[in-house]
């Protein structure tokens, strides 16, 4: 029999499988909104000439030879004995004909499909686990698990920080002056905004809940539209005019060349911009500018 000394043999113990790891690349949107994805795995599974035990299929145990069916050798060192599992019988107590198809391992390399749920929401770098997906155990133990690291593509518009969102949203320069209103695209849809009037370049819009769903919640991160003022290159002469007129009225000097006389005769004969005023306020002027200044008063007293 297979049962006495020194606890007799020992049964093989359940080993559970080895946890894999594979990456998918998905789109951004995907991201966003979730998906169900199927990935090939290569792992190990049960051999089914044995059905995993790692035994010649048909053939029966025979009590090992080395230890006598007791799982351990015994050793005799004078007055002391030592117990040292069996290397023959690996302490199972028997010996059996190993399985040609696995070596006696009880598993062979395999290829499955996995359908991995990706939750809404997910971010570049994310690992997902899927019980129970990994290698097959030996002796009856559980299979490991897969862990798959989730990559993202980038987006040509949106960028992403978490669960919020940034745009860059093209204005005209009167948008940015006057106000009004513009579509801008959300990662759910479209929606109308309203462009503030004397909108600035840096500034920008929060759009609360029109972000990115968070993960394990039903709440979503902002929006954040960046007004990116655009100046035309090239202006007809219409509006050329009405900029120099606009100009003139704000009491601004014109440092590029003018085809309004009144505006040319203005520039000539204004000295200093809204500019220089506020450079002088805060340096002081300089001692080229207090000349002029000082000519002009004794021409205008000798007039």
């Not at 391992?105 to 499909?113: C, I, N, R, T, Y």
């Not at 960046?226 to 606009?246: A, D, M, N, S, Y």
Request: charged residues 30%; glycine residues 12%.
């Amino acid at each position: 029999g297979f049962g006495g000394f020194g606890g007799g043999p020992r049964p093989p113990r359940p080993e559970p499988g080895a946890d894999l790891q594979t990456v998918i690349t998905m789109d951004f949107m995907d991201a966003v909104n979730g998906k169900k994805e199927d990935v090939r795995v290569k792992c190990k599974s049960h051999c089914s000439s044995c059905d995993g035990t790692g035994n010649l299929k048909g053939s029966s145990p025979t009590t090992c030879k080395r230890c006598d069916g007791q799982g351990v050798e015994i050793f005799q060192q004078g007055f002391f004995q030592t117990h040292q599992t069996c290397g023959a019988c690996g302490g199972r107590g028997y010996t059996q004909p190993l399985c040609g198809g696995c070596q006696g391992s009880g598993l062979v390399w395999d290829f499955k499909e996995v359908v991995v749920n990706i939750p809404a929401g997910v971010e570049d770098g994310v690992s997902l686990r899927v019980r129970d997906k990994g290698d097959a155990g030996r002796n009856g133990g559980p299979r490991g698990h897969l862990y798959v690291k989730v990559r993202v593509r980038k987006h040509p518009i949106f960028r992403r920080q978490g669960a919020d969102v940034h745009i860059d949203v093209p204005i005209s320069v009167t948008q940015a002056i006057l106000g009004g209103t513009l579509k801008v695209p959300l990662v759910h849809g479209v929606e109308k905004i309203e462009i503030p009037e004397g909108t600035q370049p840096a500034d920008r819009m929060t759009m609360r809940q029109r972000g990115i769903k968070r993960l394990n919640s039903d709440s979503f991160g902002k929006q954040y539209v960046h007004f990116k003022i655009e100046v035309p290159k090239k202006l007809t002469q219409k509006q050329r005019e009405l900029l120099e007129e606009f100009a003139k009225e704000s009491g601004e000097v014109m440092h590029c060349k003018t085809t309004n006389p009144e505006v040319a005769e203005k520039e000539e004969s204004t000295t200093f911009s809204v500019f220089q005023a506020a450079k002088d306020a805060l340096f002081g002027k300089s001692e080229e500018a207090g000349e002029k200044e000082e000519d002009k008063k004794k021409q205008s007293e000798n007039a």
